[in-house]
């Protein structure tokens, strides 16, 4: 299986009730290796352009004004299908529809505050890392 790399975000929820720890044991369990991380706010503007993607959906202000409602965590993850084993470990979008054990099944709030993102592709992961991660903070 192919060694990936893969963006994850511990969403505004999630830092809010103290469970960057809690998210980042169990990226771990599930065999994924935290390479780079850093805690930021993100701005309106680097908000909507890292979702510009979603700017057509209904949700698409709401979830501009979730992300920025409280520091994020901003993680490079590492592992074999590292893309695909972080979408396992998250659960589905809707926490009410995630899988007993999922990080959103376990810790989310709602569909919108969902506590992790990660990157669906490794194409968007490429895109994704190199929105918040110069390659000099990337320690594989
Ligand atoms: P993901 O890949 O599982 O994160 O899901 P999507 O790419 O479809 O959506 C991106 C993010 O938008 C989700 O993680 C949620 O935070 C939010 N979101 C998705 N669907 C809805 C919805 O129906 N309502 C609201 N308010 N937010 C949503």
Do not use: C, W
Request: no cysteine; glycine share 6%; hydrophobic share 45%.
């Amino acid at each position: 299986m192919p060694i990936e790399r893969t963006l994850s975000i511990i969403k505004p929820d999630a830092t809010r009730r103290n469970l960057t720890g809690r998210v980042n044991a169990m990226l771990e369990a599930a065999g994924l290796r935290i390479i780079a991380q850093k805690r930021l706010h993100l701005t309106t503007a680097q908000a909507e352009a890292f979702y510009a993607v979603h700017a057509a959906r209904p949700f698409y202000r709401d979830l501009v004004t979730f992300m920025t409602s409280g520091p994020v965590v901003a993680q490079v993850l590492e592992g074999e299908n590292a893309v695909a084993r972080n979408r396992e470990a998250m659960g589905a979008t809707d926490p009410a529809k995630a899988a007993p054990g999922t990080i959103r099944k376990e810790l989310a709030e709602s569909i919108e505050a969902n506590s992790v993102h990660g990157s669906d592709s490794a194409e968007n992961a490429a895109v994704e890392i190199a929105f918040f991660f110069a390659g000099i903070e990337i320690t594989g």
